[in-house]
């Protein structure tokens, strides 16, 4: 299984600046920097505005990049003013799509009913769901392990066969000057792979961490007892496309370790 690193834009980026920063990650990629990501050793995945997915698509032609979007619609088509569904997605060549943020849970009043018909609407059009799971408050380890497996269960209750990208992101780390401590995302990732394990349909899946992600992150993380990440869903640290270049490079030595 590769190493995953992923990226979402947000909404930070104009167009000109998305498609300045695409060419940047694409030059990345096809240096000797980025060798893990052409031959498959690292998964890259970018998620831009809605309105930029096709300037992505055309930058990062010819390479193995993922392009995704930020969210998608419930329903496949229908009248839902301002919704995009995952089957248009799907249509213009997304592949991935992030579900459940904890902005849109909190900005939005997403409910994990919702969630849950997100999560099926792309996986019933052959997109990756990017699942966004984590506890609100800090709590010990073990009681937010707890929770986070049974968001994913609540999420992935009903859905069709498909991988997933779960990408723990403990709420009251993202935007904090720091990461979770390993000692804290370790036990969470372990038991959500072990969930992850247990259901047949789910092959391939991977555990990312997402929230305040950076580099050097990943490298502790991998010299943790256990480890059990993926890999690392990163924020505004990858604006800057030396920092991504680090976490590519981690990416790959982490997979050369597994190995």
Request: include cysteine; proline fraction near 4%.
């Amino acid at each position: 299984m590769p190493v995953t690193v992923g990226v979402s834009l947000k909404m930070y980026f104009g167009q000109s600046e998305a498609r300045a920063w695409f060419a940047r990650v694409a030059e990345l990629v096809r240096s000797p920097q980025g060798v893990a990501v052409m031959d498959g050793t690292v998964e890259l995945f970018v998620i831009p505005g809605y309105l930029a997915i096709a300037s992505a698509r055309e930058a990062f032609a010819g390479t193995p990049v993922l392009v995704g979007a930020q969210d998608l619609a419930a329903e496949d088509s229908g009248a839902f003013t301002g919704e995009v569904s995952g089957s248009e997605l799907a249509e213009v060549g997304v592949r991935v799509a992030e579900v459940g943020h904890a902005e849109r849970r909190r900005l939005f009043g997403e409910t994990d009913q919702l969630v849950a018909a997100k999560t099926a609407a792309a996986l019933r059009n052959g997109i990756v769901p990017v699942l966004c799971l984590g506890e609100t408050e800090r709590s010990p380890a073990e009681d937010a392990a707890a929770f986070v497996v049974t968001q994913l269960h609540d999420a992935l209750a009903g859905a069709a066969a498909g991988r997933v990208i779960v990408a723990y992101e403990p709420v009251w780390a993202i935007g904090a000057a720091e990461p979770a401590t390993a000692e804290h995302i370790l036990p969470v990732t372990r038991a959500v792979r072990a969930a992850l394990d247990a259901l047949p349909d789910r092959a391939g899946s991977s555990v990312v961490y997402g929230g305040s992600a950076g580099p050097g992150l990943l490298t502790r993380l991998a010299h943790g007892e256990g480890g059990s990440v993926d890999g690392l869903f990163l924020g505004r640290f990858a604006h800057d496309t030396s920092a991504l270049g680090a976490v590519v490079s981690e990416a790959s030595n982490l997979a050369g370790r597994r190995a």
